[in-house]
C-alpha cells in the first residue's frame, strides 16, 4: 500500500518561497498521480496542484504561476515549490495518491499522508 510522507512546511512571510517535498514508499509514483491539498482551519479541503503518473500536470487557479508541482522518479519523490506566497496560503498541506490520472478533488483519494504546516505571516 502506498504510503506518503509530507516535510518541508514552517513559517514564512508574504512574498516568501517553501518546498514542500512528498515520499512515497510502498509503491512507485510511476503508477500514481500524487495531488497536494490543503485545508485552512474552519474550511475544506481543497486541491491545490496534481502530477499524473504520466507527467501531466494540473493546478488550481490560485496556484496557477505561484506553485510549481515536480517528481523525482529516482527518489520517489514530489515536490510542490511554492513562490510568491500569501497569507491566504496559510494551511496544513497534504499530499495524496491515487491511479494514475490527477483530480483536484480529495474523494478520489485513498493515500495520504499526515500533512505539513504552512503559516504564511509577517
Known amino acids: 500500500q502506498l504510503q506518503l510522507v509530507e516535510s518541508g512546511g514552517g513559517l514564512v512571510q508574504p512574498g516568501g518561497s517553501l518546498r514542500l517535498s512528498c515520499a512515497a514508499s510502498?509503491?512507485?509514483?510511476?503508477?500514481?498521480?500524487i495531488g497536494w491539498f490543503r485545508q485552512a482551519p474552519g474550511k475544506e479541503r481543497e486541491g491545490v496542484s496534481c502530477?499524473?503518473?504520466?507527467?501531466?500536470?494540473e493546478y488550481k487557479d490560485s496556484a496557477k504561476g505561484r506553485f510549481t508541482v515536480s517528481r523525482d522518479s529516482g527518489k520517489n519523490t514530489v515536490y510542490l515549490q511554492m513562490n510568491s506566497l500569501k497569507p491566504e496560503d496559510t494551511a496544513v498541506y497534504y499530499c495524496a495518491g491515487k491511479p494514475r490520472l490527477c483530480a483536484l478533488w480529495p474523494t478520489f483519494f485513498r493515500s495520504w499522508g499526515q500533512g505539513t504546516q504552512v503559516n504564511v505571516s509577517s
Open positions: 510502498g509503491g512507485t509514483l510511476d503508477y500514481y498521480a
Open positions: 502530477i499524473s503518473s504520466e507527467g501531466s500536470i
